[in-house]
């Protein structure tokens, strides 16, 4: 009978998931540590690939990063006990990430302004594969089958290597000069565009912090002693910390909503689509720092409004929901190009990861908030409204980014907001590495 009251608050479980594999019935904590295990291994992980990336280049960390997570994902499908499928977890989510340093390829690799077109267009494929995991999932529920089925495909990145071209910018900041012209050639030729030799060889880094002698860590530690810099990082981390409490919180809240648990989450990531295409839009027009404000202004009081919608409108508050869904991706597919745009080539990758991994503290915390429904059923909207009201206040102390070239060195990035990039002469920028006619 003892036994029978240590699990009358049991975890509901199906045959083919891992608490029934694992017996974790009576267990009611150790299925939501999965989730924290994972969200804190890919907070440390962010801080690795940055550091990887900009040491050993974006190709090489985006190549090692994706197989790393396919074997290790595959892997976990074979773990035979639950502390192994942790620790298995774990390690996919701290190494297996390639996400952050394929984003720093992607927008080295094409000139300024079609940068948001082409990050629009990846992202709906990002979002397309969110869309498809949960009918993946609904036609192999066994968990070790799932895994299998999603992370077999993975491999392909591996052949990355052979055929995606590393980042001309990184090259230079390395003083791989000559590989930098090679692959300007490549381009050049398949784009049929002739490059005069001569303009080639003015193409080079001018600071001398650039100098191959000068370590990672010395250029970090510039980076980081910067006033300017300083300020853009700890915005940049409130921005970071908003945007996945806000976008974990709704993934979690997606699933209570009454119905198919994938039916709901498919069609909440299905509200990506248009915010991605809104979010090229409008950066195409009001560039984005505006874009940035008002879409976490609104979105703050759109989620503190939620709580106070009649309960004979429900609609009302489920659209009020759908609205703040869109307007937080938008904003999250904003934060992750605005972030990338304000620091230097040499550094970006890894100011990037950093105030990204500061950010996973908002998913860390993200699972917690239905237990703030114990004391007021809105006091989860109304958290996520005042972070995005906060975040949104301190985006008026950035710099507009979208008219500067991306700068390479700190000195160039603390000009940002004071004088256009993009104007100054060419003998005077320490690189502008595609012809103006390629289309990469």
């Known amino acids: 009978m003892n036994s029978l ?67 290790l994902g595959l892997t976990k499908s074979f773990a035979t006990s639950f502390w192994l499928y942790v620790v298995l977890e774990a390690l996919e989510a701290a190494v297996g990430d390639a996400l952050s340093p394929m984003f720093m390829l992607s ?49 392909l990145i591996l052949t990355y290597s052979f055929f995606l071209d590393e980042s001309i910018r990184w090259l230079y900041s390395k003083g791989k000069k000559e590989r930098a012209v090679q692959i300007i050639q490549k381009i050049a030729k398949r784009n049929g565009v002739d490059i005069d030799p001569k303009m080639l060889d003015k193409l080079d880094y001018i600071d001398e912090e650039n100098k191959s002698s000068v370590s990672d860590r010395k250029l970090l530690m510039k980076t980081f002693k910067s006033k300017i810099m300083m300020q853009r990082f700890l915005v940049c981390m409130v921005w970071w910390f908003t945007i996945t409490l806000i976008n974990y919180g709704m993934m979690i809240s997606a699933v209570h909503i009454a119905g198919n648990k994938y039916v709901n989450f498919a069609l909440l990531m299905l509200m990506d689509i248009p915010a991605n295409v809104f979010y090229w839009l409008a950066l195409s027009k009001y560039k984005r720092k505006l874009p940035l404000f008002v879409s976490f202004m609104i979105g703050g009081i759109f989620c503190i409004s939620q709580p106070f919608v009649p309960k004979g409108y429900a609609w009302a508050g489920l659209a009020l929901f759908m609205a703040f869904e869109t307007l937080a ?41 239905p237990l703030l429904m114990s004391l007021w059923s809105g006091l989860p909207s109304l958290v996520f409204g005042v972070t995005s009201l906060l975040a949104g206040s301190l985006t008026l102390l950035m710099p507009e980014t979208a008219r500067c070239e991306l700068p390479d060195t700190v000195a160039e990035a603390e000009r940002i907001g004071r004088k256009p ?14 012809p103006e006619d390629s289309d990469t």
């Open 421 to 434: 990039l993009l104007n100054h002469e060419q003998e005077q920028t320490n690189i502008h590495p595609y």
């Open 107 to 155: 927008i080295e690799i094409v000139e300024k302004k079609r940068a948001v077109l082409f990050q629009m267009i990846l992202l709906n494929f990002y979002t397309c594969g969110l869309i498809v995991m949960p009918f993946i999932a609904w036609a192999v529920p066994y968990w070790r089958h799932f895994l299998r089925v999603i992370y077999a495909p993975c491999l």
């Open 5 to 71: 009251k240590k699990c009358i608050n049991f975890v509901n479980v199906t045959a083919v998931g891992i608490c029934s594999q694992f017996g974790l019935a009576c267990q009611d904590w150790k299925p939501t540590l999965v989730g924290t295990v994972h969200s804190f291994g890919n907070m440390l992980g962010l801080l690795l690939q940055g550091q990887i990336s900009d040491r050993f280049g974006r190709k090489t960390a985006a190549v090692v990063a994706g197989t790393a997570g396919a074997l």
């Open 329 to 369: 991706t938008f904003s999250y597919n904003i934060v992750y190009m605005y972030t990338s745009e304000l620091f230097p080539t040499y550094t970006r990758n890894s100011m990037h990861s950093i105030c990204s991994a500061v950010g996973r503290v908002g998913s860390l915390l993200a699972p917690q908030t």
